[in-house]
């Protein structure tokens, strides 16, 4: 079965440093990897995802997340953050074989300090 | 930017009684999806639904549960007799089509509150 854990459920750092959210995956085969945000009040919305090709992966609102099979994570990072990052972040894996149900992690509030 | 809708935003129910959530997906999708979050829980997955039938279901999506397209824009999510623990966030979602490479696009989702 796959799965995805998220290493800290709140995470704060301050305006201008590096965010890295954790995200390690459980799959017997090679998964599709996801990365959702949500701010307040509104929809998940897509970050970025991985699906076999770059294993760099760069997404909106410039994040990235690099996808390391040998560790078997997909951490998210930003070099610098912004206020308007603050929200909550969710990993997700695709589950292989069914029509793309998606299987997420517990997610992680971020928090910017000013 | 076409998006998901939902309605309403908040719904408060008595145990026992029907609830109807609503959803509006892309209108060139053709897949549909409910997930939900209970509080402090990780977003689960429910069903997903094409070509007017459910495509697959958790083990969450019981007899309690029913999915519906009614007309050409709207998907339904039905809970027949809602208990207690149904109180959650329920997350309406599409895509344009059934890979696992396919980005969903989410709507706002619908606060349920079970009394």
């Known amino acids: 079965a796959q799965s995805v854990t998220q290493l800290g459920s709140h995470v704060s750092v301050s305006e201008g440093a590096l965010v890295l959210l954790r995200c390690n995956y459980s799959?017997?085969?090679?998964?599709?990897l996801f990365w959702y945000v949500q701010y307040p009040n509104q929809g998940l919305q897509l970050l970025l995802k991985y699906t076999s090709a770059a294993t760099l992966v760069k997404g909106i609102n410039g994040f990235e997340a690099e996808f390391k099979k040998s560790e078997t994570s997909f951490h998210l990072t930003k070099p610098s953050a912004h206020m308007s990052d603050a929200a909550e972040y969710f990993c997700?894996?695709?589950?292989?074989?069914?029509?793309?149900?998606?299987?997420f992690g517990k997610g992680t509030k971020l928090s910017v300090k000013p | 930017e076409p998006e998901v809708t939902q309605t309403p935003s908040h719904q408060v129910t008595q145990m026992g009684q029907e609830v109807i959530l609503r959803c509006v997906p892309i209108?060139?999708?053709?897949?549909f999806y409910w997930y939900r979050q209970i509080l402090g829980q990780k977003v689960e997955f429910l069903v997903s639904f094409y070509n007017n039938e459910i495509s697959e279901k958790s083990e969450i999506f019981d007899d309690q549960f029913s999915v519906e397209r009614p007309d050409g824009s709207n998907f339904t999510l039905k809970i027949r007799s809602t208990k207690l623990e149904d109180s959650a966030m329920y997350f309406c979602?599409?895509?344009?089509?059934?890979?696992?490479?396919?980005?969903?696009?989410f709507g706002p989702g619908t606060r349920l509150t079970v009394l």
């Open positions: 799959s017997s085969v090679p998964p599709y």
């Open positions: 209108s060139n999708h053709l897949y």
């Open positions: 979602a599409s895509s344009e089509m059934a890979v696992g490479t396919d980005t969903q696009y």
């Open positions: 997700a894996v695709s589950v292989r074989g069914s029509q793309g149900n998606l299987i």
